[in-house]
């Protein structure tokens, strides 16, 4: 058998496509997801690889099964492939966060799809198609204990990425915010793993520089106390890592301290808003705008840099909401900024809430990333 696993990128940075901006081609990163995927494959069955980012979409392939990860913002695109894919006969199958919100447009398009992550289904789904008894959806309940294999990262190799020391150490988020489409996707739980399974993927990474590693959790200290456990186990590895976390953090300085002596030089945080009534009506209770500042203060103490994301577009926001902004990133002396439309990802309660207000601009999803505009502010 042989299984194409496709990776979906915004139209503009597709491989086939000219005038892409300038440097995207050192930006390109993987999706973990493909590697993960691939070692919960049985290792008699051929994995081929397809990213937009680098390669064009071959419909001649002599293949079995295609396996799409799709999002919101590529699902148009999804929808495209698997429909040329099907006319050939081929069985086409759907997994991540849009299938998982959208079940039922998905379906339209695809022969099966995965709900949840796919840890514990992907085997069952082989198997089943396998012995042409392919079911129309597969659903992990994401209750049971985060139990992986090793990625194969060598499904990437000769591609290009800028860097593959993708690792995992949890997954989902606890928090409740209405415009955060993960914490649907993960049922609002946050699960952990072993830590002697992510120390021993991350010994056994494969790209240069062996030494850094992405963490490509949502959360990484949403559990605070595995979070202590997890960072002083990473100390004797002597490497040094990016993730993402919450503004809470800035509330344990043991936590901070430990995250820095475990080689940690960056963090995403999710600010969102410098408005209290924004955060509150985005039920994101655990940002405390009164401690922003003490959170980057925390953070630059022990030398971890921030980027610091922000959403534009909430109802109490006015155009002051900008030099606002700009002003605490100046104080804050913040490294870096990444600022986005707010965005009600279909499946959130969020959308549902603009859908009856009759404020969507759009049910274009390809523009749902974040960078267009597709509410009525």
């Known amino acids: 058998m042989r299984i194409l696993l496709l990776s979906l990128i915004k139209d503009y940075l597709r491989a086939d496509k000219l ?17 993960n995927i691939a070692a919960l494959t049985p290792k008699k069955y051929e994995i081929i690889v397809i990213d937009e980012q680098i390669s064009p ?14 999002n919101t913002s590529v699902s148009k695109r999804a929808y495209e492939i698997a429909d040329n894919f099907r006319k050939k006969g081929v069985k086409v ?44 959806e597969y659903i992990n309940d994401q209750t049971k204990e985060l139990k992986l294999p090793i990625p194969r990262w060598e499904i990437f190799k000769g591609k290009r990425y800028i860097n ?36 021993r993927d991350i010994k056994n990474v494969k790209s240069f ?62 600010f969102d808003s410098i408005s209290k009534l924004n955060l509150n009506n985005m039920e994101k209770k655990h940002n405390q ?8 203060e925390l953070l630059h103490k022990y030398g971890i840099g921030i980027e610091a994301g922000f959403i534009f577009g ?16 100046k104080e804050t002396n913040t490294e870096s900024f990444l600022a986005m439309y707010l965005t009600p990802v279909p499946g959130t309660s969020m959308y549902e809430e603009f859908k009856k207000q009759n404020r969507l601009l759009t049910n274009d999803y390809s523009k749902y990333d974040f960078r267009h505009v597709v509410i009525k502010p």
């Open 93 to 136: 199958v759907f997994g991540g966060i849009h299938p998982s919100l959208m079940p039922e447009e998905c379906l339209k398009h695809a022969d099966s799809i995965v709900i949840g992550d796919a840890n514990s289904s992907w085997e069952k789904l082989i198997e089943d198609f396998k012995n042409n008894k392919l079911k129309r």
């Open 164 to 199: 593959t020391n993708f690792v995992e150490a949890t997954r989902g988020c606890t928090h409740n915010c209405k415009f955060c489409s993960t914490s649907h996707f993960y049922c609002h739980k946050h699960r952990i793993r072993p830590i002697k399974d992510v120390i």
């Open 289 to 296: 705008i009164e401690g922003y500042k003490k959170t980057v």
């Open 19 to 35: 005038n892409k901006p300038k440097g995207t081609i050192f930006l390109r990163f993987p999706s973990l997801a493909l590697a």
């Open 57 to 70: 979409v071959d419909y001649n392939l002599n293949i079995d099964l295609v396996a799409i990860s799709v």
């Open 209 to 270: 520089p062996r030494k850094f590693i992405f963490f490509v959790d949502d959360n990484i200290i949403c559990d605070k106390k595995y979070a202590k456990k997890l960072f002083k186990s990473l100390i004797p590895l002597n490497i040094y890592w990016i993730s993402q976390a919450t503004i809470d953090i800035g509330e344990d300085e043991e936590l901070v301290k430990l995250a820095a002596e475990s080689g940690c030089f960056g963090l995403f945080l999710g």
């Open 314 to 329: 909430f109802d109490n926001d006015d155009k002051s909401v900008f030099k606002k902004t700009f002003e605490f990133l």
